[in-house]
């Protein structure tokens, strides 16, 4: 499976931005997909995760609240809504597929995307 983020961009805090993963070469709804960033000089850290049918989902604290993440398997694609962006939001977001529920909020994913950069001015 290959996954392409794209959807970042320069936000000011607290504004909004849809991230959309486009997945293609494979059966997208069997995956588990998730996102998770990467901010300058820190390590890679989850972000939210959801199911395969989209029943349950995942998120780190500090974006509960703030970050939906959604998926359209008709489409192949995954989406990550991001309202009421902290400038300690800014990284590179990638996208992932794959893994399993037990491991949801670990970087053990299959499938990894090449990354769309979110830059929060505050």
């Known amino acids: 499976v290959q996954l392409q983020a794209f959807g970042g961009g320069l936000v000011q805090a607290g504004g909004s931005l849809r991230l959309s993963c486009a997945a293609s070469?494979?059966?997208?709804?069997?995956?588990?997909m998730g996102w998770f960033r990467q901010a300058p000089g820190k390590e890679r850290e989850f972000v939210a995760a959801?199911?395969?049918?989209?029943?349950?989902?995942y998120y780190t604290d500090s974006v509960k609240g703030r970050f939906t993440i959604s998926r359209d398997n008709a489409k192949n694609t995954g989406y990550l809504q991001m309202n009421s962006l902290k400038p300690e939001d800014t990284a590179v977001y990638y996208c992932?597929?794959?893994?399993?529920?037990?491991?949801?909020?670990?970087?053990?994913?299959?499938?990894w995307g090449q990354g769309t950069q979110v830059t929060v001015s505050s």
């Open positions: 070469g494979g059966t997208f709804s069997r995956y588990i």
């Open positions: 992932v597929a794959g893994g399993t529920l037990a491991n949801v909020f670990t970087s053990e994913y299959d499938y």
């Open positions: 959801m199911s395969r049918s989209g029943g349950s989902t």
